[in-house]
């Protein structure tokens, strides 16, 4: 059956060319009026079904009959509402539940979580199995409303309005209806938002598990502020990865030790100052000028010493390491005029005992003693 088209001069009043002067008897659900009131264009469509509460211009009833148009279009100042008439059996709803559409029906939504506040609109009329859902625009026939106050979709009961914003995290902060009296309003579906953490905010966390916190790439919702994260500033940086400032790799003045036989942990370099008289295994004569380096990777110390002068005899010991050895290792003594090796060297705890005699009190000749030894 095809559907009647109208028209009209005014809104209300009853008299000829007025909208609700025509009967509701021979209207039926999908007939369009259209129509120039106050200098306003409307165009209408009449839902049998609906007796939702007359506020024009959005609902205008029939002076006579059952049904009501609703307001598709106008120009008026007033604003529009958009109305769709549902029938669902035994749906359970009342006028001002907010509902959401999931799994092929309508149910009330709630702002528990982000699927559960899908909203689609608001009940604005029920005739038994057949209800009226407000998408957006003016709705009546509320109660308990304080004209001025913004209402958010309520986090603890389903389908209601709630007066306060959601700040639970993991709860839906979602404005949906601005009151201008007790019983009316303006609704509008605004986009709502998750409440979270001030971690989740800023975190790596925040942006998803996969993150291995070394990459440059990163899961997220917004890569600009990835972009912002990956180089901002903290206060206690964690890396994972190498630690380079303009080609240099900085380790902690004190040793923060590793188990792992991977792990570099780490890098001193420095001078030390040899001691030639050890208990009863000092030096006769003492060298007069001395050099004496380190460097220390993980736990290998690489150590060398240059002197002139002095004497000594087997046994006679070298003190001062830079750092306690682990045990005996071997290093070298070279007489630096003739280029021959004159002694030899072996680490003890804390001292380096020569184990060949020495003599270089003349003065005039140099020696290097060099090698390494590990750390205790």
């Given at each position: 059956?095809?559907n009647?088209?109208y028209?009209?001069?005014a809104?209300?009043?009853?008299?000829?060319?007025?909208?609700?002067?025509?009967?509701?008897?021979?209207?039926?659900?999908?007939?369009?009026?259209?129509?120039?009131?106050?200098g306003?264009?409307?165009?209408?469509?009449?839902?049998?079904?609906?007796?939702?509460?007359?506020?024009?211009?959005?609902?205008?009833?029939?002076?006579?009959?059952?049904?009501?148009?609703?307001?598709?279009?106008?120009?008026?100042?007033?604003?529009?509402?958009?109305?769709?008439?549902?029938?669902?059996?035994?749906?359970?709803?009342?006028?001002?539940?907010?509902?959401?559409?999931?799994?092929?029906?309508?149910?009330?939504?709630?702002?528990?979580?982000?699927?559960n506040?899908?909203v689609?609109?608001?009940?604005?009329?029920?005739?038994?199995?057949?209800?009226?859902?407000?998408?957006?625009?003016?709705?009546?026939?509320l109660?308990?409303?304080?004209?001025g106050?913004?209402?958010?979709?309520?986090?603890?009961?389903?389908?209601?309005?709630?007066?306060?914003?959601?700040?639970?995290?993991?709860?839906?902060?979602?404005?949906?209806?601005?009151?201008?009296s007790?019983?009316?309003?303006?609704?509008?579906?605004?986009?709502?938002?998750?409440?979270?953490?001030?971690?989740?905010?800023?975190?790596?966390?925040?942006?998803?598990?996969?993150?291995?916190?070394?990459?440059?790439?990163?899961?997220?919702?917004?890569?600009?502020?990835?972009?912002?994260?990956?180089?901002?500033?903290?206060a206690?940086?964690?890396?994972?990865?190498?630690?380079?400032?303009?080609?240099?790799?900085?380790?902690?003045?004190?040793?923060?030790?590793?188990?792992?036989?991977?792990?570099?942990d780490?890098?001193?370099?420095?001078?030390?100052?040899?001691?030639?008289?050890?208990?009863?295994?000092?030096?006769?004569?003492?060298?007069?000028?001395?050099?004496?380096?380190?460097t220390?990777?993980?736990?290998?110390?690489?150590?060398?010493l240059?002197?002139?002068?002095?004497t000594?005899?087997?046994?006679?010991?070298?003190?001062?390491?830079?750092?306690?050895?682990?045990?005996?290792?071997?290093?070298?003594?070279?007489?630096?005029?003739?280029?021959?090796i004159?002694?030899y060297?072996?680490?003890?705890?804390s001292?380096?005992?020569?184990?060949?005699?020495?003599?270089?009190?003349?003065?005039?000749?140099?020696?290097?003693?060099?090698?390494?030894?590990?750390?205790?």
């Amino acid at each position: 059956m095809a559907n009647n088209v109208y028209a009209f001069t005014a809104l209300t009043g009853g008299e000829t060319g007025a909208l609700d002067a025509i009967p509701g008897a021979i209207l039926a659900t999908g007939d369009l009026a259209f129509g120039v009131s106050d200098g306003n264009l409307y165009a209408y469509k009449f839902n049998a079904a609906s007796s939702a509460t007359e506020a024009s211009p959005d609902v205008i009833a029939p002076d006579s009959g059952s049904g009501r148009w609703i307001l598709a279009l106008g120009s008026g100042a007033s604003g529009t509402s958009v109305v769709k008439a549902i029938t669902q059996n035994s749906h359970g709803f009342a006028v001002g539940d907010v509902l959401k559409f999931a799994g092929g029906v309508y149910a009330k939504a709630q702002a528990d979580s982000a699927a559960n506040a899908e909203v689609v609109g608001i009940v604005s009329a029920v005739t038994e199995n057949t209800f009226d859902l407000l998408n957006v625009g003016f709705i009546s026939g509320l109660s308990s409303l304080t004209a001025g106050t913004v209402y958010f979709l309520s986090p603890s009961s389903a389908g209601a309005l709630a007066d306060t914003e959601p700040t639970t995290v993991n709860q839906v902060s979602k404005p949906l209806l601005i009151a201008v009296s007790t019983t009316e309003g303006y609704f509008c579906n605004f986009r709502g938002s998750v409440v979270l953490t001030s971690a989740d905010a800023v975190s790596d966390a925040g942006y998803g598990s996969g993150w291995d916190d070394v990459t440059d790439v990163a899961p997220s919702k917004n890569a600009v502020y990835d972009e912002m994260e990956l180089r901002a500033p903290k206060a206690n940086p964690t890396f994972t990865g190498l630690i380079t400032t303009a080609g240099q790799i900085k380790f902690p003045a004190t040793q923060n030790a590793s188990s792992n036989a991977n792990t570099l942990d780490d890098y001193e370099e420095g001078t030390w100052t040899p001691s030639f008289a050890v208990k009863d295994l000092e030096w006769s004569t003492a060298p007069t000028s001395i050099t004496a380096k380190y460097t220390k990777i993980g736990r290998v110390v690489f150590i060398s010493l240059i002197g002139c002068g002095g004497t000594c005899q087997k046994y006679d010991a070298i003190g001062g390491l830079p750092f306690t050895a682990t045990g005996p290792e071997n290093m070298t003594v070279y007489n630096i005029s003739t280029a021959a090796i004159v002694g030899y060297g072996s680490t003890s705890s804390s001292t380096i005992a020569v184990l060949s005699a020495m003599d270089f009190s003349a003065g005039s000749y140099w020696f290097v003693l060099s090698g390494f030894y590990t750390a205790s």
